[in-house]
T-cell receptor, first 109, second 113 residues
Framework: DAKTTQPPSMDCAEGRAANLPCNHSTISGNEYVYWYRQIHSQGPQYIIHGLKNNETNEMASLIITEDRKSSTLILPHATLRDTAVYYCIVTSGTYKYIFGTGTRLKVLA | DAGVIQSPRHEVTEMGQEVTLRCKPISGHNSLFWYRQTMMRGLELLIYFNNNVPIDDSGMPEDRFSAKMPNASFSTLKIQPSEPRDSAVYFC???????????FGSGTRLTVV
């Protein structure tokens, strides 16, 4: 599975959009982009995934560039409860996720 | 649905003792995963079951670790004998299939003293 690169930390003001980038320049054609988050001391929580089209659900939007080498997770109106570590994972759909170190998002009041 | 249920939430045991962690996956999910999380190594996949059959146990650290899934609604992870370096948070997760998002339990925090 392709390697991902994420910034180690980000801050976002409460009520503003949080845009979390992920670089996956070695992604191959059959690999999906998954996003999970882990709120302190809880298990990781699935957020969204996509292949090449942009995706939206009740939690977030996922924007994948046309060349698929990077993506952005967007939390449209961040709240304090969105403070967490966010993991970007690229996988061909097999079970072997590599979680990496993620981005620690801090939402500020 | 109550989600993935793990027990106990916390376990403190002495080195050399046997430890058993338990997991009840979401009903209808046919994939089950055991993960371990430490500060040093992050989240690591230990073992993956599909339809109650172990598919990949290459992440199990050593023979002291074993996992079973006797039926679709229950799995155990056993460490015998336990060592201080086994101290970690152990998560169980289940999924409809490999390509669906995983639902994780709340984890078991294991401390071996």
């Amino acid at each position: 599975d392709a390697k991902t690169t994420q910034p180690p930390s980000m801050d976002c003001a409460e009520g503003r959009a949080a845009n979390l980038p992920c670089n996956h320049s070695t992604i191959s054609g059959n690999e999906y982009v998954y996003w999970y988050r882990q709120i302190h001391s809880q298990g990781p929580q699935y957020i969204i995934h996509g292949l090449k089209n942009n995706e939206t659900n009740e939690m977030a939007s996922l924007i994948i560039t046309e060349d698929r080498k990077s993506s952005t997770l967007i939390l449209p109106h961040a709240t304090l409860r969105d403070t967490a570590v966010y993991y970007c994972i690229v996988t061909s759909g097999t079970y072997k996720y590599i979680f990496g170190t993620g981005t620690r998002l801090k939402v500020l009041a | 649905d109550a989600g993935v249920i793990q027990s106990p939430r916390h376990e403190v045991t002495e080195m050399g003792q046997e430890v058993t962690l338990r997991c009840k996956p979401i009903s209808g999910h046919n994939s089950l995963f055991w993960y371990r999380q430490t500060m040093m190594r992050g989240l690591e996949l230990l073992i993956y079951f599909n339809n109650n059959v172990p598919i990949d146990d290459s992440g199990m650290p050593e023979d002291r670790f074993s996992a079973k899934m006797p039926n679709a609604s229950f799995s155990t992870l056993k460490i015998q004998p336990s060592e201080p370096r086994d101290s970690a948070v152990y998560f169980c997760a289940s999924s409809l299939s490999e390509s669906y998002g995983y639902t994780f339990g709340s984890g078991t925090r294991l401390t071996v003293v």
